[in-house]
């Protein structure tokens, strides 16, 4: 199956003995090439990013701020006048 999706799909991952994750192409042209190389599909299941996963694809590269511990160098701030 991997080598008939070869050259309509970008990106063929095995995920199990007998999965494949596949994206790039429909689910219409894998169909197609499993029918021509006579291997029987059990299941062809199309998944979509949601708006935020798509979102945070797009803008990974782009933090503003990043969290992490503290320096245990920084002295920490003197509380304010009349907090004890």
């Known amino acids: 199956m991997c080598r008939g999706l070869a050259g309509t799909a970008p990106h063929?991952?095995?995920?199990?003995?007998?999965t494949l994750q596949v994206s790039g192409t429909d689910s219409a042209t894998i169909g197609r090439i499993a029918a021509r190389e006579a291997i029987p599909l059990i299941e062809?299941?199309?998944?979509?990013?949601?708006?935020?996963?798509?979102?945070?694809?797009?803008?990974?590269?782009?933090?503003?701020?990043?969290?992490?511990?503290?320096?245990?160098?920084?002295?920490?701030?003197?509380p304010a006048a009349g907090l004890r």
Do not use: K, Y
Not at 12 to 18: A, E, L, N, S
């Open 12 to 18: 063929i991952q095995r995920v199990g003995p007998d």
């Open 44 to 78: 062809l299941t199309p998944q979509q990013a949601t708006l935020e996963e798509a979102f945070m694809e797009m803008t990974r590269d782009a933090v503003e701020f990043h969290g992490g511990a503290a320096d245990s160098d920084d002295p920490l701030p003197a």
